[in-house]
C-alpha cells in the first residue's frame, strides 16, 4: 500500500506536468496523509534540513568551475590537444571526440556540459569530413555521459549524500568504469568505420603537437589535482570543488586571458541558477527519504526482493534494470534522488559494497541519459548540431551496446570496481 501511495501520487503529479521537486513535495504529503501524521513544520523542516549539507557544498563549486571552463576555453583546448595527437589516423576525429570526451569528463562532471562543448566544435567538423551525421551525433553523446563517473562527479556527490556513502571512496572508485566506457566507444568506433574511405586529416609535426600540449597543460593539471589532493587526503570532495572552481577562474582570467571581468558576472549567475534547481530538488528528495524510512518502504521492497537476495549478481541486476527504467522516464538527478533511499537498504540487506553499487547506479543513470524517450544529452547534441533526434537515436544504438557491455563486465567482474578503488583510496 506504501509502494501504492508513493508511486502513485508522485508519477501522477508529473504526468500532469509538475515539476519533479514538487512532485516529490506531493508524494511526501501523500505519504504524511498515509500515516496520518500531516503536519506542514514537519514538511518545512525537513525540507529545510535536506539542503543543510556540507557536502553539498561541492555542486555549485564544480557547477561555477564547468562554467568557467566552458567560457574561458579549457574544453576547447582540450579538444585541440585530442585533435593534434591522433586527427590524422583513419575516423579519427571520432576518436578525437573520445579521448576528448574523457578528459573533458576530468574537468566538469556534467554530461550535458561536455555534449555541448564537444557537439559545437566536433559536429561541424565531422559532418565536412563527410562522416555520418546520425552516428557522429551518437558518438559524442555516448562520450559525453561518462562525465558523471570520472571524477570529479555531481552524480557521485548527489548519490554520496543521498546514500550515507563517502563521496571519496566513489570518486576514486569511478576512474577505472569510467576509462573502461571510453575503451569500449573506441573499439565500437574502430570496427564501425574500419572500411571508411573519409579522407583523414594531415600528421600535424611534433612541434605543433608539443606546442598545443604546453598551451593546454594548465587545462590538463586540473584532474591531476583533484585526484591527487583527494588520493593523499589534502582535501576533501567539497574542498576539492573550491580548489577547482579557483583554478579554472586563475587560469581562465590570468593565464589564457580568455574571460574577462564583465563575464564573470553571467558565469556566477549561470551557476547560481543550475544550483539552485539541483538544491530544490535534493531537499524535496530528503523530505520523501525520511518519509520512506517513517513509512518502512525499504523493508517492503526487501520482502518484494525476497525472491533474489540469494544471489547478488541476481540481485544487482534486478535492481539495474528498475534504474534504467526509471532512468528513461526521469532525468539523472531525480532518478538519483528518488531511488537512492529506496535502494541502499535493500542493498546493505543483500550485502553489496555500498561504493560498487554506487558506480553501477550512476553508470545506469548515465546510460538512461541517451535512451529515449527522454534522452537529454541526444536532445542536447541533436539541438546544437541542428539534426533530427530519431535519427541520433538510431546513430547511438553501437555505441548504447557497447556502454551496456561494459555494465555487465562490471557486474560480472566486480573486481574491476572494488581492487582499483582500494588502491587508489
Same mark, same amino acid.
Given at each position: 500500500m506504501v509502494i501504492l501511495v508513493f508511486l502513485s501520487s508522485m508519477l501522477g503529479a508529473i504526468a500532469f506536468g509538475m515539476p519533479i521537486a514538487f512532485a516529490l513535495m506531493m508524494a511526501s504529503v501523500a505519504l504524511m496523509l498515509l500515516l496520518d501524521m500531516f503536519d506542514a513544520q514537519i514538511l518545512a523542516q525537513n525540507l529545510i534540513n535536506g539542503a543543510d549539507s556540507y557536502p553539498l557544498l561541492a555542486v555549485p563549486f564544480f557547477l561555477l568551475a564547468g562554467e568557467l571552463m566552458n567560457v574561458g576555453g579549457l574544453s576547447k583546448r582540450i579538444i585541440n590537444i585530442a585533435m593534434d595527437l591522433i586527427g590524422h589516423v583513419r575516423g579519427g576525429l571520432g576518436y578525437v571526440a573520445i579521448l576528448a570526451a574523457v578528459i573533458l569528463a576530468s574537468l566538469s562532471g556534467s554530461a550535458i556540459a561536455d555534449s555541448a562543448a564537444l557537439a559545437a566544435v566536433l559536429l561541424p567538423m565531422m559532418k565536412n569530413a563527410g562522416y555520418n551525421e546520425n552516428r557522429s551525433?551518437?558518438?559524442i553523446a555516448a562520450g559525453g555521459i561518462i562525465a558523471p563517473i570520472i571524477p570529479p562527479s555531481i552524480g557521485f556527490i548527489i548519490f554520496g549524500v543521498a546514500g550515507g556513502v563517502s563521496i571519496t571512496k566513489l570518486f576514486m572508485a569511478g576512474i577505472v568504469p569510467g576509462i573502461l566506457m571510453g575503451v569500449s566507444l573506441l573499439i565500437c568506433w574502430w570496427y564501425l568505420c574500419r572500411k571508411e574511405t573519409i579522407a583523414v586529416q594531415p600528421r600535424k609535426p611534433a612541434s605543433a603537437v608539443f606546442k598545443s600540449l604546453a598551451v593546454g597543460a594548465w587545462a590538463l593539471m586540473l584532474p591531476v589535482i583533484i585526484i591527487g589532493g583527494l588520493r593523499f587526503g589534502i582535501?576533501?570532495? /567539497?574542498?576539492? *570543488?573550491? +580548489? $577547482? $572552481?579557483?583554478?579554472s577562474l586563475f587560469v581562465s582570467v590570468f593565464i589564457y586571458h580568455t574571460v574577462r571581468w564583465a563575464e564573470l558576472k553571467y558565469c556566477f549567475i549561470s551557476a547560481a541558477k543550475t544550483t539552485s534547481i539541483v538544491m530544490f530538488l535534493v531537499a524535496a528528495a530528503m523530505v520523501v527519504s525520511w518519509l520512506v524510512t517513517i513509512a518502512e518502504l525499504p523493508d517492503a521492497l526487501i520482502a518484494l526482493l525476497d525472491p533474489f537476495m540469494h544471489s547478488q549478481m541476481l540481485l544487482i541486476v534486478v535492481i539495474l534494470l528498475m534504474v534504467?527504467? +526509471?532512468g528513461m522516464a526521469l532525468d539523472a538527478v531525480p532518478t538519483i534522488l528518488i531511488? /537512492?533511499?529506496? !535502494? =541502499? %537498504?535493500?542493498v546493505k540487506a543483500g550485502g553489496v559494497d555500498p561504493v560498487y553499487f554506487g558506480v !553501477?547506479? @550512476?553508470?545506469? /543513470?548515465?546510460i538512461?541519459? @541517451?535512451?529515449? %524517450? @527522454?534522452?537529454? +544529452?541526444? +536532445?542536447v547534441v541533436a539541438g546544437v548540431g541542428k539534426a533530427k533526434v530519431d *535519427?541520433? &537515436?538510431? *546513430?547511438?544504438? %553501437? #555505441? &548504447? *551496446? $557497447?556502454?551496456?557491455?561494459?555494465?555487465? =563486465?562490471?557486474? @560480472? #567482474? %566486480?573486481?574491476?570496481? /572494488?581492487v582499483p578503488a $582500494?588502491? #587508489?583510496s
Open positions: 551525433c551518437g558518438l582535501f576533501t570532495p /567539497t574542498e576539492a *570543488g573550491v +580548489v $577547482a $572552481a579557483v583554478y534504467l527504467l +526509471v531511488l /537512492t533511499p529506496v !535502494l =541502499m %537498504p535493500v !553501477l547506479f @550512476i553508470m545506469c /543513470t548515465s538512461s541519459l @541517451i535512451l529515449p %524517450p @527522454i534522452g537529454t +544529452v541526444l +536532445v *535519427g541520433v &537515436i538510431l *546513430g547511438s544504438i %553501437p #555505441f &548504447i *551496446g $557497447a556502454l551496456l557491455c561494459v555494465l555487465v =563486465m562490471l557486474i @560480472i #567482474f %566486480p573486481s574491476l570496481v /572494488t $582500494a588502491w #587508489f
